[in-house]
């Protein structure tokens, strides 16, 4: 999850193989803004108010599992992400479209091991192997060590342990308008994440104004259509709480056998 803002796009950051098709979406991907995104503190340029909605959204988070969906779009490329979180097990299935290309993979995590299964394209263009192995292996379910830390970051967010990380923004913070989501009355956040470049992109949660404050939305760079210079974003999350336990699959191969040098350097077990 990192799927859930984070995950999709980290998710194909990690490979060597990048083709234009992901890079596009994923180059501008934005990482998390730092440690004094949870701050409690505010700066004259922020809103104790909205401070104070933030933090109590992440504390209601807590290690919630969730069902998460997201579309991302740059330079005519679409990226289209839906998954669950659970305790001990999470699944999430990204579609990268651009043109006639379609990439389509599937990634897991079920303890301390990791799966991905894709198509051709995506294990080429995303996981980086070679045209011959991503013809062989499309279809199939291929197997990792979360402990390689290369090849984690394609199963990264997806337990509910991990949730409240990926819902970090920076501050300050500022109340934005309110508006509806899910039909449900909602108090925009605003904050913000810190670009590769180091530049900020603007990043709105919405969360409800009565009830508890579990985040319904996240919208990144809310006034941008996803253009050549900046990627748009929107994550959506329902069912918070649910605990969907993942099917471990069968007769996986070992992915640490095929991916490229740079994936699997930091292998450990």
Do not use: C
């Not at 004094?36 to 340029?45: K, L, N, R």
């Not at 599937?106 to 301390?112: D, F, H, K, P, V």
């Not at 290369?150 to 309110?178: C, D, M, Q, R």
């Amino acid at each position: 999850m990192h799927p859930l803002r984070h995950s999709y796009v980290r998710t194909a950051a990690v490979a060597a193989g990048l083709t234009a098709t992901a890079a596009l979406v994923l180059a501008a991907t934005p990482a998390p803004a730092g440690a004094a995104s949870t701050t409690t503190t505010t700066t004259s340029a922020g809103s104790s108010a909205a401070t104070t909605e933030y933090n109590a959204a992440l504390k209601a988070v807590g290690t919630k599992g969730v069902h998460f969906s997201s579309v991302a779009k740059q330079d005519g490329a679409t990226l289209s992400v839906a998954g669950d979180a659970g305790t001990t097990s999470g699944t999430q299935t990204l579609v990268v479209t651009r043109g006639k290309v379609t990439e389509r993979l599937t990634a897991r995590q079920i303890g301390s091991t990791g799966y991905v299964t894709g198509n051709e394209a995506a294990l080429q263009d995303v996981i980086g192997l070679t045209k011959a192995e991503s013809k062989k292996y499309a279809g199939r379910w291929l197997s990792f060590p979360t402990s390689n830390t290369g090849l984690a970051e394609l199963v990264g967010g997806l337990l509910s342990s991990e949730v409240a990380k990926e819902l970090e923004i920076g501050g300050p913070y500022t109340l934005g308008k309110s508006t509806t989501v899910a039909g449900k009355k909602v108090a925009a956040v605003t904050g913000s994440v810190a670009t590769q470049s180091g530049s900020k992109v603007t990043v709105l949660l919405y969360i409800p104004t009565s009830g508890s404050p579990l985040p319904l939305q996240e919208v990144t760079n809310p006034d941008n259509s996803g253009g050549k210079s900046a990627i748009h974003g929107v994550v959506t999350f329902s069912n918070w709480g649910e605990n969907k336990s993942q099917t471990t699959p069968s007769n996986a191969f070992s992915l640490l056998k095929l991916a490229p040098a740079s994936s699997s350097a930091s292998t450990a077990g």
